[in-house]
């Protein structure tokens, strides 16, 4: 069945520095993809989104490619606030409205 | 954006006992809502569909008589956690989709946190 595998954290980084968080997917047919961002006693929130091969997904600073090569789709931001500290769950939906989550990566932004 | 919301945030209960969770669509109607099982560092799990007007559809593995779920309006699903055991204690968060078919985003409630002693 579909699957999605991203990096486990946390990931603590200062402030201003550059985020990457893996994301790999299997599927068996040409899933959208999706990063949704949970902070702290709030729920899951869409953070960006992208629905076929090369498509960029961009929201907040924050970006991801979807990489059909690859089954990848690496959410990156080039310089990380305070604020930006959450949960990021990278999930793909191949039919209906079905998502298939990650595990989660906590994300810790020091000032 | 559309708003989900979730009653309770938080409930603790007696191993043995029932608790109700609630998931409100406010601004927007869901004939379709799902409910999903986060596990501590784990991602989230969906448990079922809830189906507003028929059954909900339970993902493998989903005990239906355990985790009862009803779709009561429109706007309303209610999963009710039934004899609760310390290991069904989890948080428990519901989505409903919003927008035009084919695109429609996933919105999420806060979640329910659920502690069975």
């Known amino acids: 069945g579909d699957s999605v595998t991203q990096m486990e954290g946390p990931v603590t980084l200062s402030e201003e520095a550059f985020l990457t968080i893996n994301c790999t997917y299997t599927a068996t047919g040409y899933p959208s993809l999706f990063w949704y961002v949970q902070y702290p006693g709030e729920g899951l929130q869409l953070l960006l989104k992208?629905?076929?091969?090369?498509d960029k997904g961009s929201n907040k600073g924050f970006e991801a490619t979807y990489r059909k090569e690859t089954t990848s789709f690496h959410l990156e931001k080039g310089s990380v606030q305070v604020s930006d500290s959450a949960v990021y769950f990278c999930a793909l939906r191949e039919y209906g409205n079905k998502l298939v989550f990650g595990a989660g990566t906590i994300l810790r932004v020091k000032s | 954006g559309a708003v989900v919301s979730q009653h309770p945030s938080r409930v603790i209960c007696k191993s043995g006992t029932s608790v109700k969770i609630e998931c409100r669509s406010l601004d927007f109607q869901a004939t379709t809502m799902f409910w999903y099982r986060q596990f501590p560092k784990k991602s989230l799990m969906l448990m079922a569909t809830s189906n507003e007007g028929s059954k909900a559809t339970y993902e493998q593995g989903v005990e239906k008589d355990k985790f009862l779920i009803n779709h009561a309006s429109l706007t309303l699903s209610t999963l009710t956690v039934t004899s609760a055991h310390p290991e069904d204690s989890s948080f428990y968060i519901c989505s409903a989709p919003h927008g035009l078919a084919g695109t429609n985003e996933q919105f999420f409630g806060p979640g329910t946190r659920l502690t069975v002693l």
């Open positions: 992208a629905t076929k091969a090369d």
